[in-house]
């Protein structure tokens, strides 16, 4: 770390704050895809750009990962807005890609709550036109949507 | 990673085009209706929602767009979206039945036909 400062800095002392930020870049598995977030909306861009990554690597076609991404990013906005309350929790994100079907899985540690007003069931409903097969499993540890479909062509 | 939607306002035909940038989603949804909703003056006919630079819209951005339909439809104006052909938001906007409300034009040209009744 000293020798990157020592670089940076050309032995002089700078005025300014200097952060060294470190990042890994890891070539993502393309058949499986595994997040755990904190179930805030702010979790919500940092996962799109995972699961963008994701599926570019495991060439998903740009309609799939478009539906791929809604239908995900829906499940984990209804975990930030109804199982947690006012508490702390996480969401957890799985993904499996074969070459015929995807399979995705959104899981909290909370309780959801029913749903309020007359639009709270439209996420949902957008989750199965998209995803086909859709269940959604709560048990006293959390709630478990489980989601999948066929994919289309893959494009080359 | 905070990703707000900036919403470009331009006027033709003394009409108020918005085009909110980047995605939409429950992070920045509220931001978004505020800009929104004050860019379309009571005098104005109404409000053309171009979406051809929003790049993700879920649930949340379809219930904003119903949402202002409704309220520019209580105070007698209108409301078009531009969406072009290819934009991968269409299929949410035609799967939740958006365009049953509110006219999905393929180009601004198109929309602000709409306001010429």
């Known amino acids: ?156 | 990673m905070t990703v707000t939607a900036m919403v470009k306002v331009i006027e033709r035909n003394g009409v108020p085009v918005a085009a909110p940038e980047g995605e939409i989603d429950l992070a920045n949804v509220a931001d978004c209706r505020a800009q929104l909703i004050s860019v379309v003056p009571n005098t104005a006919p109404g409000l053309i929602l171009d979406l051809s630079q929003t790049t993700y819209l879920d649930s949340r951005g379809v219930h904003l767009i119903l949402e202002l339909a409704e309220r520019l439809r209580t105070s007698q104006q209108q409301m078009a979206l531009v969406l072009p052909e290819r934009s991968v938001i269409r299929r949410v906007l035609l799967l939740t039945q958006v365009d049953k409300t509110v006219p999905l034009c393929r180009t601004l040209d198109e929309a602000l036909q709409q306001f010429r009744s």
């Open chain 1, 1 to 156: 770390m000293d020798r990157v400062l020592g670089e940076v800095t050309r032995g002089r002392p700078g005025g300014d704050d200097i952060a060294l930020l470190a990042l890994r870049a890891e070539i993502p598995d393309p058949t499986r895809f595994h997040v755990r977030l904190p179930a805030v909306p702010s979790s919500l861009p940092m996962l799109r750009h995972t699961l963008r990554r994701w599926m570019e690597a495991a060439q998903t076609n740009d309609e799939d990962a478009y539906e791929i991404l809604v239908a995900c990013c829906e499940a984990c906005s209804n975990v930030i807005e109804h199982a947690y309350g006012a508490a702390d929790g996480d969401v957890e994100v799985r993904g499996h890609m074969t070459e015929h079907e995807v399979e995705m899985t959104v899981r909290d540690w909370g309780r959801w709550r029913p749903p309020r007003g007359m639009n709270r069931g439209r996420g949902l409903r957008l989750i199965e036109e998209l995803m086909r097969h859709v269940t959604v499993t709560p048990r006293p540890d959390g709630t478990t949507v489980h989601m999948q479909r066929t994919r289309r062509q893959v494009t080359t």
